[in-house]
């Protein structure tokens, strides 16, 4: 009989740390009760929120496959990625990541800082073999539900090489998470779809894209992220850096706008009654936190970065990503993949 999985928990990262990690954990060990998590961080505070949890009648007990390991430093928002990974050996991010690196863990979830969790998990766990950088991956909501992109911002510059070696991972990802796509159509991002445009490397790229095994569409500008045009958008992580803080800009626009118009009289206030129902479909069909859970892709072990910012909700769907790629074997079948691209 095999293991169960086991994800780590960095409960001390993000802004709220373990007021908002524990009880997420809590809430998916009760949803995977096949699962192991462990909570690492602080001991007073881990034991501390548990211990607040069952006073507040959240649960009788914490859950048997959930349990604690007692970290001593804390990786913070402003500490500089170089200076984390050289003296804090023992922070909750690091003995999460060592977990993953001792294949003691399937996983590792945390809402730390970005840049110093991208240093740490290269230096302990490694890149796959065949792939030369990690990138951020994720979901974005389009008309056929979501869209996965990448890179969001682990690479300021990408080779063409690079890039079509996200172009696979992104597929291989999208192929395992997702069940319904056998082969995801994969666009690389550029300023037009024409064949001349384009610079040399995403020329280059789109060359060797199109002689590959996966399902290559071709050129895709930036309104066909939201298409279903596309499973898989690749781009460097500069372009999609500022493209997801370009969409999270839009939506808090169009989010105030609608708030502003739908209060600016009495009768639009009365139209803001009937439209409820409409409202609130649409705010749960693009809510963010849905799509909370960034990967970590390429990395030697999966590592799920979650916003800083979640709440409880978002900070679960994180974990429950983790789970969902542990279960799926990804980190080997993209192994598998690249050895057959290559």
């Known amino acids: 009989m095999s293991a169960p999985l086991h994800i780590a928990i960095d409960a001390m990262s993000g802004d709220c740390g373990p007021s908002v990690c524990v009880p997420a954990a809590l809430e998916a060990a009760r949803a995977f009760p096949d699962v192991r998590f462990t909570l690492i961080g602080k001991q007073d505070d881990l034991q501390g929120q548990l211990k607040l949890r069952a006073a507040a009648g959240a649960a009788a007990a914490t859950p048997a496959n959930l349990s604690c390991l007692f970290a001593t430093q804390i990786v913070e928002m402003t500490d500089h990625p170089r200076e984390a990974l050289r003296r804090k050996k023992d922070s909750s991010m690091r003995r999460a990541l060592d977990l993953v690196k001792a294949g003691d863990a399937n996983a590792c979830v945390s809402a730390g800082n970005t840049g110093a969790l ?168 693009m809510d963010p936190r849905q799509y909370n859970g960034a990967t970590m892709v390429g990395l030697n072990g999966i590592v799920i970065k979650s916003h800083g910012g979640a709440d409880l909700f978002a900070f679960q769907r994180a974990i429950e990503v983790a789970v969902l790629e542990a279960r799926n074997g990804v980190p080997e079948r993209i192994t598998q993949r690249l050895g057959t691209h290559r």
Request: glycine share 8%; net charge negative; with cysteine.
């Open 118 to 285: 991208m240093a740490m998990a290269h230096f302990v766990l490694k890149m796959l073999p065949g792939v030369e950088r990690p990138a951020i991956v994720s979901m974005i909501p389009s008309r056929g539900g979501h869209t996965y992109m990448l890179d969001l911002g682990a690479n300021a510059s990408c080779t063409p090489a690079q890039l079509c070696q996200f172009a696979v991972m992104g597929s291989v990802l999208a192929a395992d998470l997702e069940g319904a796509h056998e082969k995801p159509r994969v666009g690389l991002l550029n300023i037009g779809e024409e064949e001349i445009k384009g610079n040399e490397i995403v020329q280059a790229a789109h060359n060797m894209l199109a002689t590959s095994d996966i399902n290559y569409v071709g050129f895709v500008e930036g309104h066909d992220i939201f298409s279903d045009k596309v499973d898989v958008v690749v781009t460097d992580g500069f372009t999609g850096n500022v493209a997801l803080k370009t969409m999270e800009g839009a939506a808090r626009l169009i989010s105030d706008v609608l708030r502003e118009e739908f209060t600016r009289s009495p009768l639009r206030k009365l139209g803001a009654l009937a439209a409820r129902p409409s409202l609130r479909a649409l705010r749960t069909r």
